[in-house]
C-alpha cells in the first residue's frame, strides 16, 4: 500500500466513525453493545454548570458537580430533545421532549456517576435509540 492510499484509509475511517457515533457503538439495539456515555470530565466540581441542549448534542455533555450543586439544561437547539436519566442513581425533575425557550434544573444531592440521554437522539441502555445525545453529570 503507498502512503496516499494509507492516508486516504484513515480518512475514510474518521469520517465513518463521525457518521456512527462512537467507535464500538454502531449496534445501539444490541443489549451486549450498550451506549457509551461520556466519562469524567475531571476537574474541580462546580456548584452551578450549565449544560446547553444543541441538535444534536449536550454542550458539554459531562459535567463535574458538587453534593448539593445543580445542573441547568437550556435548549438552545432548534429540534425538540428531551432529558431522560438512564439506569441508577437518577435524578429529577427530568424533561420530555421539549422546545426551545425552556429551562430544567436539576439539584444533585448525592455523589455519584448519572447518565442521561435524549429519547429521540440518544439510546436508552442499548434499545432502540439511535444518534449520540447521550450525557454524564459527576457528582462528587
Ligand atoms: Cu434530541
Redesign the pocket.
Known amino acids: 500500500m503507498t502512503r496516499q492510499w494509507a492516508v486516504v484509509t484513515v480518512l475514510a475511517a474518521l469520517v465513518a466513525g463521525c457518521g456512527g457515533g462512537p467507535a464500538g457503538n454502531d449496534g445501539n439495539n444490541n443489549p451486549n453493545n450498550p451506549p457509551q456515555y461520556p466519562g469524567d470530565p475531571g476537574g474541580t466540581p462546580a456548584a452551578a454548570v450549565t449544560v446547553d441542549?444543541m441538535?444534536?448534542q449536550f454542550n458539554p455533555n459531562s459535567v463535574v458537580v458538587a453534593v448539593g450543586g445543580t445542573v441547568t439544561f437550556r435548549w438552545v437547539g432548534t429540534?425538540?430533545?428531551?432529558v431522560t436519566p438512564s439506569g441508577s442513581p437518577s435524578f429529577s425533575p427530568t424533561a420530555g421532549v421539549s422546545y426551545p425557550p425552556r429551562e430544567l434544573v436539576v439539584t444533585l444531592t448525592s455523589e455519584g456517576t448519572y447518565h442521561y440521554f435524549?429519547?429521540?437522539?440518544?439510546t436508552s441502555d442499548g434499545y432502540g435509540g439511535q444518534?449520540n445525545?447521550l450525557g454524564t453529570i459527576v457528582v462528587r
Do not use: E, K, T, V
Open positions: 441542549i441538535d444534536n429540534a425538540g430533545h428531551s435524549c429519547i429521540l437522539h440518544g444518534g445525545m
